[in-house]
């Protein structure tokens, strides 16, 4: 089995930092994805940050420059550094990977439980 821990949300003040941290834990013999998503009250679920095993990241338009996704590949492991955070940013956030659990098997999708992170204003 695997599962995706998410930790780090919470309530903070417009133009404040968060962290959010997501580990992968079971059995893994590959991860190629591991995003970060939010779900705004109301809102269908977006794309926040992407990053690949190789390095490569991606943002959406509405947090390029604020937010900063970093990958460990050692401890199957990704985070989401939240800058300059705007009560817009006010969602829940999961975690998602996809992974490989045996070489026989494809690549599947995870996600975490999600984590709330609420900016006031």
């Known amino acids: 089995q695997v599962q995706l821990v998410e930790s780090g949300g919470g309530l903070v003040q417009a133009g404040g930092s968060l962290r959010l941290s997501c580990a992968a834990s079971?059995?893994?013999?590959?991860?190629?994805?591991m995003d970060w998503y939010r779900q705004a009250p109301g809102k269908q679920r977006e794309l926040v940050a992407q990053s690949t095993s190789g390095g490569s990241t991606t943002y959406a338009d509405s947090v390029r420059g604020r937010f900063t996704i970093s990958r460990d590949n050692a401890k199957n492991a990704v985070s989401l550094q939240m800058s300059s955070l705007k009560p817009e940013d006010t969602a829940v956030y999961y975690c998602?990977?996809?992974?490989?659990?045996?070489?026989?098997?494809?690549?599947?999708?995870?996600w975490g439980q999600g984590t709330q992170v609420t900016v006031s204003s």
């Open positions: 079971g059995s893994i013999v590959s991860i190629s994805a």
């Open positions: 998602y990977a996809r992974i490989r659990r045996a070489w026989t098997t494809p690549m599947n999708d995870y």
